[in-house]
């Protein structure tokens, strides 16, 4: 079993969906990243959380410790959110997920 | 500051040949990561330091990897006898921790190897 597990694996939503990624752990960590990749893009940094909730403009991210899990919403989605969205833990070094792929369509 | 910066962006060579691949992380940062992608897969661990110190390597690198960071600053990855498996995205990442705490993570835009 993976120590970082993300679902689902593929996600296609229409626009202005309501989005949800999930991302379990079973391996105590410090703090939880959630990453995002573009197609032949590089990767970037949506938030680090190591309680509680996050928002950025209509991207939420919450955590909690104690179950382990961590979900990323998308409010309003738009064909530009189209990326791998990917959970990393952090432990000192970092745990991956093997990311979650949306596409949303106009 | 420019952000991370990862050189050379493409590199083919042939099989049998040694690589070494450059990241300059931000400035004061002090953790510097190193990672793997292969095409559709996530990032796959290799090695990372704390400043100047290895603190771990991935147990699924063999000894044809080696890393360095000898001044705490920019590091370096190395690949001596380069394999056709070797053939993905070399990922370079840094951040800021203080003792227990986490920083938040700045990637570079990779160096891309490929292995004929």
């Known amino acids: 079993k993976n120590e970082v597990e993300q679902s689902p694996q593929n996600l296609t939503a229409q626009e202005g969906e309501f989005i949800t990624i999930n991302c379990s752990y079973s391996?105590?960590?410090?703090?939880l990243h959630w990453l995002q990749q573009h197609p032949g893009g590089g990767i970037v940094s949506l938030f680090m959380?190591?309680?509680g909730k996050k928002k950025h403009g209509r991207l939420i991210a919450t955590i909690n410790i104690q179950e382990k899990h961590s979900s990323l919403h998308i409010t309003a989605s738009h064909p530009r959110d189209s990326a791998v969205y990917i959970c990393?833990?952090?432990?000192?070094?970092?745990?991956f997920g093997k990311g979650t792929k949306l596409s949303v369509k106009p | 500051d420019t952000g991370v910066s990862q050189n050379p962006r493409h590199k083919i060579t042939k099989r049998g040949q040694n690589v070494t691949f450059r990241c300059d992380p931000i400035?004061?940062?002090?953790?510097l990561y190193w990672y793997r992608q292969t095409l559709g897969q996530g990032p796959e661990f290799l090695t990372y330091?704390?400043?100047?110190?290895?603190?771990?390597k991935s147990r699924l690198l063999s000894d044809r990897f080696s890393a360095e960071r000898p001044k705490g600053s920019f590091s370096t990855l190395e690949i001596q006898r380069t394999e056709q498996g070797d053939s993905a995205m070399y990922l370079c990442a840094s951040s800021l921790r203080w003792t227990q705490s986490a920083g938040e993570l700045f990637f570079g835009e990779g160096s891309r190897l490929t292995v004929l």
């Open positions: 990393a833990v952090d432990q000192g070094n970092l745990i």
């Open positions: 400035s004061e940062h002090n953790r």
């Open positions: 959380l190591s309680s």
């Open positions: 391996v105590g960590i410090s703090a």
């Open positions: 330091f704390q400043n100047e110190a290895q603190l771990e």
